[in-house]
């Protein structure tokens, strides 16, 4: 009889989960799809790069929404258990709290493990990957991405570029240019055709302009030069490839774990965190989804929510205080599971009367 309710309650559960996490996961990936639909319209990204975004994206959002997604389905499954009087039915047959962790344990085990790996090496890897993603695409941002009609920024030293339009085959028409030197000189171009050219150094592109006169000098005075050109080829340095310094976020947990940079424990300490409070939640909410049959399937869905919050703002507001090295990093997000430890051992105490043998 016991692994036909293990069953049951398992099946009631990761059904729920399934169904709480794939709605959840929809309107995340909904936003950002739009998002990224967006940089690709301004040519910030490549458009054979679009989905590989949105599925590093899904892993990023993972990491948050299985345990909330767990959390959530075991309160729902368990209420509408006690509303349709099954969970005391089963009680009445001496199945305890032992009788609904079991069950749970299969899918929480595998959901932690997964969890931990998304935190520790998933999502630095995603956030790694799409900096490069963003990149190469910087990198390989040419005149076809200049929208007609619109003034855009072009190239690393944020160039102001407008053409009237821009031909198939990636020529501009009615060019103007702006652009200001390191030593504050501003460059003025307006040119009948623009175009780009590839030049020796890989690094290095050519933007050749037509028929145009180029005015420069510094604003406020008087000294100015003007020179008409048939032809006027301006250099410009493409974005680096090179791997910047990574932020904690996209860091390695090897070399988080060998930093002591408060910034960098308080990263390391977050990504323990995840897994650590996947499993807390899914305890917790075994005793929050405790009702009276005939409350309501979502009475305790706005407790356990609020709880939620809670836990996981001062899960925030820890790790901003060990970055800013304001508390020590013995201590640093760990009392914050050691709250929520001991909230979800006192409801379990009460509500079995364990607090009474005790006493007794």
Same mark, same amino acid.
């Given at each position: 009889m016991k692994r036909i309710l293990d069953r049951y309650i398992f099946r009631e559960i990761a059904m729920t989960w399934l169904g709480v996490t794939m709605v959840l996961l929809m309107i995340l990936l909904t936003n950002q799809f739009a998002r990224v639909l967006g940089d690709v319209a301004k040519g910030k990204l490549p458009k054979n790069a679009a989905f590989d975004v949105i599925g590093l994206s899904a892993a990023q959002y993972l990491t948050v929404l299985v345990p909330i997604?767990?959390?959530?389905?075991v309160m729902m499954a368990l209420?509408?258990?006690?509303? %349709?009087? =099954?969970?005391?039915?089963?009680m009445a047959c001496r199945v305890g709290p032992s009788g609904?962790?079991?069950?749970?344990?299969?899918?929480?085990?595998?959901?932690?493990? /997964?969890?931990?790996?998304?935190?520790?090496?998933? /999502?630095p890897t995603a956030l790694t990957k799409i900096d490069r993603i963003s990149a190469e695409a910087r990198r390989e941002a040419d005149l076809g991405s200049i929208e007609p009609g619109r003034?855009?920024?072009?190239?690393?030293?944020?160039?102001?570029?407008?053409? =009237?339009?821009?031909?198939? %085959?990636?020529?501009?028409?009615?060019?103007?240019?702006?652009?200001?030197?390191?030593?504050?000189?501003?460059?003025?171009?307006?040119?009948?055709?623009?175009?780009?050219?590839?030049? %020796?150094?890989?690094? /290095?592109?050519?933007?050749?302009?037509h028929e145009g006169r180029r005015y420069e000098g510094i604003p406020g005075t008087a000294s100015f030069r003007v020179v008409e050109f048939v032809e006027h080829g301006i250099p410009y340095r493409l974005p680096s490839l090179a791997p910047p310094t990574p932020r904690p976020r996209a860091m390695t947990f090897a070399s988080l774990w060998r930093s002591d940079a408060p910034e960098h424990i308080a990263e390391r300490q977050w990504r323990m965190s995840v897994p650590i409070s996947t499993v807390l939640l899914a305890l917790l909410a075994v005793p929050l989804a405790r009702s009276r049959p005939r409350e309501g399937r979502y009475g305790r869905i706005a407790i356990g929510l609020l709880v939620f919050i809670i836990y996981f703002n001062l899960?925030?507001?820890?790790?901003?205080?060990?970055?800013?090295?304001?508390?020590?990093?013995?201590?640093?997000?760990?009392?914050?599971?050691?709250?929520m430890g001991?909230?979800?051992?006192?409801?379990?105490?009460?509500?079995?009367?364990?607090?009474?043998?005790?006493?007794?």
């Open positions: 997604g767990l959390f959530l389905a209420g509408r258990l006690y509303r %349709d009087s =099954e969970m005391p039915a089963m609904v962790y079991r069950p749970l344990m299969w899918l929480l085990v595998p959901l932690a493990l /997964t969890v931990a790996w998304l935190s520790i090496v998933g /999502t003034f855009t920024t072009f190239g690393p030293n944020q160039a102001v570029v407008y053409g =009237e339009s821009v031909t198939s %085959d990636g020529v501009m028409e009615n060019v103007f240019l702006q652009r200001r030197t390191d030593e504050d000189v501003v460059e003025v171009v307006v040119a009948k055709r623009g175009e780009q050219r590839e030049s %020796d150094d890989p690094d /290095t592109r050519m933007l050749v302009l899960l925030s507001a820890a790790k901003a205080w060990t970055e800013e090295a304001s508390i020590s990093p013995a201590i640093g997000l760990w009392w914050v599971h050691g709250c001991l909230l979800t051992l006192t409801l379990l105490t009460v509500q079995n009367g364990w607090h009474r043998r005790v006493f007794r």
